[in-house]
């Protein structure tokens, strides 16, 4: 069985600085691993995704992840962060062969002016 | 291009009236199709999925249904409503080969009352 784990549910950063998101997965097959962002209100758009190939991925808006197999995690980055960042942020694995997702619980990021 | 859509936005019903949700999508053929709910300030949680006409896995028991009677259209229902059944629903899309994501409809925020 998979499963996705979202450490922190809710993150704050300053305008400017460092965003780290932070998503740890299980899985018994190689996983396709991918991060959504959802504004209030509307459906969750993709930000970028790993399936195979180079480890680190560029996504819309700026952000990045690395896939690392040894520590089985898929962290989100981004440089600087911009208030239009502030959202909700899914990091969801799929089999490659599997019909279903499985979602962690959600990072809320808070932008501070 | 593929789109997708959920109608309606928003829904007020009462306690033990009936629901029919519905999501269709557009550009593709035989996808994958998903229905998650959203409670309020908490993650995703797989309801059904669909791998064709008639074919609908159910994740979670509950008392509500799903159908798929097209191939691009998938609908979800209650015969009675219930006050937990509030929330975000939301339906989405994959194509049934590759390691390709999934796309969100923009969701139905349905409050029973």
């Known amino acids: 069985a998979q499963s996705v784990t979202q450490l922190g549910s809710h993150v704050s950063v300053s305008e400017g600085a460092l965003v780290l998101l932070r998503c740890n997965y299980s899985?018994?097959?190689?996983?396709?691993l991918f991060w959504y962002v959802q504004y209030p209100n509307q459906g969750l758009q993709l930000l970028l995704k790993?399936?195979?190939?180079?480890?680190l991925v560029k996504g819309i808006n700026g952000f990045e992840a690395e896939f690392k197999k040894s520590e089985t995690s898929f962290h989100l980055t981004k440089p600087s962060a911009h208030m239009s960042d502030a959202a909700e942020y899914f990091c969801?694995?799929?089999?490659?062969?599997?019909?279903?997702?499985?979602f962690g619980t959600g990072t809320s990021l808070t932008v501070i002016p | 291009s593929q789109t997708i859509h959920q109608w309606p936005a928003t829904l007020v019903q009462p306690v033990g009236s009936p629901l029919s949700l519905e999501c269709t999508v557009e550009?593709?053929?035989?996808?994958?199709l998903y229905w998650y709910r959203q409670a309020a300030g908490r993650g995703l949680q797989l309801l059904f999925y669909?791998?064709?006409?008639?074919?609908i896995s159910s994740e979670v028991p509950q008392n509500l249904s799903a159908s798929r009677p097209q191939d691009r259209q998938f609908i979800l229902s209650s015969k009675k409503l219930l006050l937990s059944d509030s929330g975000f629903y939301l339906c989405?899309?994959?194509?049934?080969?590759?390691?390709?994501?999934?796309?969100f409809g923009p969701g139905t925020r349905l409050t029973v009352t």
């Open positions: 669909s791998v064709g006409i008639g074919q």
């Open positions: 899985s018994s097959v190689p996983p396709y």
């Open positions: 969801a694995v799929s089999e490659s062969a599997g019909n279903q997702f499985y």
């Open positions: 989405a899309w994959r194509p049934n080969r590759g390691p390709y994501e999934q796309y």
């Open positions: 790993y399936t195979t190939g180079a480890t």
């Open positions: 550009g593709t053929s035989n996808p994958n």
